[in-house]
């Protein structure tokens, strides 16, 4: 049973940094993609990042090219998500997601793409 931990959000000013931990589990992530979706009050779950487990092909939304980087760290089964220059707009709840699959060439970026989803964590940006 796959398992993904999100960690790692607050409340932060705006133009400060946060750095989001996805612990996984119950699986070998090494045909897996992993993403990140965030959806803020009132708003559609939206797309943020994503990064292919065997290939460290990486993928972003515009809204955060630049400001926010996603990595693995295959020794911790845990993805992150850095972001830096933060934005009032950026205020939402971020989820982990996987992905099944080798993704070369590829990362996928919509949700229904992704079959496991973490319970989320609170970002807040203040201006």
């Known amino acids: 049973q796959v398992q993904l931990v999100e960690s790692g959000g607050g409340l932060v000013q705006a133009g400060g940094s946060l750095r989001l931990s996805c612990a996984a589990s119950?699986?070998?992530?090494?045909?897996?993609?992993m993403g990140w979706f965030r959806q803020a009050p009132g708003k559609e779950r939206e797309f943020v990042a994503a990064?292919?487990?065997?290939?460290?092909?990486?993928y972003y939304a515009d809204s955060v090219k630049g400001r926010f980087t996603i990595a693995v760290d295959n020794a911790k089964n845990t993805v992150y998500l850095q972001m830096n220059s933060l934005k009032p707009e950026d205020t939402a709840v971020y989820y982990c997601?996987?992905?099944?699959?080798?993704?070369?060439?590829?990362?996928?970026?919509?949700?229904?793409?992704?079959?496991?989803w973490g319970q989320g964590t609170q970002v807040t940006v203040s201006s």
């Open positions: 990064i292919s487990w065997s290939s460290d092909r990486t």
């Open positions: 997601n996987a992905a099944p699959g080798y993704y070369p060439d590829y990362v996928p970026s919509m949700s229904y793409e992704y079959r496991y």
């Open positions: 119950g699986r070998t992530f090494s045909s897996y993609a």
